[in-house]
């Protein structure tokens, strides 16, 4: 029941391409839903997040839908960018009492120019 | 200090050794994390601490893994009588710990190589 379950694992597209990652939970007491960033070498990094009581959330080229009813949310990259290569990650916890961050698998994404 | 420290950044070692990796969180963040990463591969929740208790430790591979955490400060992270199956790269993350946005900042790990 704590399982986040992400796809796809790899993805390629070309530069200007909108790529979307997809991720399943099934723990109802989720209720914070944050992407993480990693490129090569380095840790994730906070890319954007979003809670259930919003259906959409963007940041720039960035944006995050969630589907409350069927448990899942996706992100979505808006003229993606050479620069957008690394491996994206979403995650799941809740509020309250111990907030324990439980992750996908992680997408590896490469946008080729 | 401005982000989490991991030290060392590389770490080559022989089967059946000791190492000890350590963790500088982000001054005030209550809560810390280990994870593994392995090679092309996804996060790998090891422990969790909130303080210096460890209210989580179900994701410690082995009796050989053990970590402790000094106050709300510095976390090691160590592993006994090393395999090859622990080579990767082990992240340390560190987040305010209280109710709402629980955002993690990650370190840039500590590659760790078992010969």
């Known amino acids: 029941q704590q399982q986040v379950k992400q796809s796809p694992q790899s993805l390629i597209v070309q530069k200007g391409g909108i790529p979307i990652i997809n991720c399943a939970y099934e723990n109802t007491a989720f209720d914070y839903f944050p992407w993480y960033q990693q490129f090569p070498g380095k840790g994730p990094a906070l890319l954007i997040a979003i809670r259930p009581d919003v259906s959409e959330k963007k940041e720039g080229r960035f944006t995050i839908s969630f589907n409350k009813s069927a448990k899942q949310f996706s992100l979505h990259i808006m003229d993606s960018q050479p620069g957008d290569s690394a491996t994206y990650f979403c995650?799941?916890?809740?509020?309250?009492?111990?907030?324990?961050?439980?992750f996908g698998t992680g997408t590896k994404l490469q946008v080729i120019p | 200090g401005a982000g989490v420290s991991q030290s060392p950044s590389n770490k080559v070692t022989e089967k059946g050794k000791d190492v000890e990796l350590r963790c500088d969180p982000i001054s005030g963040h209550t809560a810390l994390y280990w994870y593994r990463q392995r090679l092309g591969q996804g996060l790998e929740f090891l422990i969790y601490f909130q303080g210096n208790s460890a209210p989580d430790k179900s994701g410690l591979p082995s009796d050989r893994f053990s970590a402790e955490r000094t106050g709300e400060s510095v976390s090691t992270l160590t592993i006994q009588r090393t395999q090859q199956e622990d080579s990767a790269v082990y992240l340390c993350?560190?987040?305010?710990?209280?109710?709402?946005?629980?955002?993690?900042?990650f370190g840039a790990g500590s590659r760790l190589t078992v010969l």
């Open positions: 993350a560190s987040s305010l710990g209280h109710s709402g946005a629980n955002v993690l900042t």
């Open positions: 995650a799941a916890s809740n509020s309250g009492g111990y907030q324990k961050v439980t």
